[in-house]
């Protein structure tokens, strides 16, 4: 089980501004997926990327996946307060431990 | 909807007491994992269970436990609780052991 640093911890911007949140390890990731939570309610999953240097797209979102599967990042254009929430990557490791979620990136867009 | 239900939603409680916290999975996921999220250290993962079967512990309390019923559903039993314990407490639910989790909404536990 390894650990996973998201930075940063807290961003806080205004609405139309652009953001990149990062997710880091020492070790290599199998696979890594990324979950938005919002208040009051349980982590729901945006993607899982799975091989080095993928780059996914949900629409103002783009994750990519480091070419050594060691880092990964979200970018969000044109931010909006529809995407305030606490972003969190996981590992979803050997399966049979659950995931490992980073702390996540507390992000508050200001309209 | 993500198809976990969580029950209840909130939990005052005093120290020293025991609760239970109830998770019913997505239909048809037979692996069920219980989660602690507290401000300062995230979300944690507790325990898996897979078809009424313990799969996976990870940082659980010893007064902590528990189980995976016939019908697939989850219950998860704390005891003497502390003031520490306070938090929310998450059930996830999944087909398979390495597919996506799917998320209730938690029980927020508070102990006074």
């Known amino acids: 089980t390894q650990l996973l640093e998201q930075s940063p911890q807290f961003l806080s911007i205004q609405e139309g501004e652009n953001l990149t949140v990062y997710c880091n390890s020492s070790?290599?990731?199998?696979?890594l997926q990324w979950y938005r939570q919002e208040p009051g309610e349980g982590p729901v999953l945006l993607v899982t990327?799975?091989?080095?240097?993928e780059v996914k797209k949900l629409k103002r979102l783009t994750f990519q996946f480091g070419d050594a599967r060691k880092d990964s990042s979200l970018h969000i254009t044109a931010a909006q307060p529809g995407d305030t929430g606490l972003y969190l990557c996981?590992?979803?490791?050997?399966?049979?431990?659950?995931?490992?979620f980073g702390k996540g990136t507390h992000l508050i867009i200001q309209p | 909807d993500s198809g976990v239900t969580q029950t209840p939603k909130h939990l005052i409680t005093a120290t020293g007491q025991r609760v239970t916290l109830r998770c019913s999975p997505r239909?048809?996921?037979?692996?069920v994992y219980w989660y602690q999220q507290s401000l300062d250290q995230g979300l944690q993962f507790l325990i898996q269970?897979?078809?009424?079967?313990?799969?996976a512990k990870g940082n659980i309390l010893e007064r902590f436990s528990a189980q995976q019923f016939p019908d697939l559903h989850s219950e998860l039993n704390l005891s003497s609780l502390e003031l520490g314990d306070s938090a929310l407490y998450f059930c996830?639910?999944?087909?398979?052991?390495?597919?996506?989790?799917?998320f209730g909404n938690g029980t927020r536990l508070t102990v006074t």
């Open positions: 990327v799975v091989t080095g240097g």
């Open positions: 269970y897979y078809n009424g079967e313990e799969r």
């Open positions: 996981a590992d979803p490791g050997g399966g049979a431990d659950g995931l490992t």
């Open positions: 239909s048809g996921d037979l692996s």
């Open positions: 070790s290599v990731f199998s696979s």
């Open positions: 996830a639910s999944s087909q398979v052991y390495n597919s996506p989790l799917h």
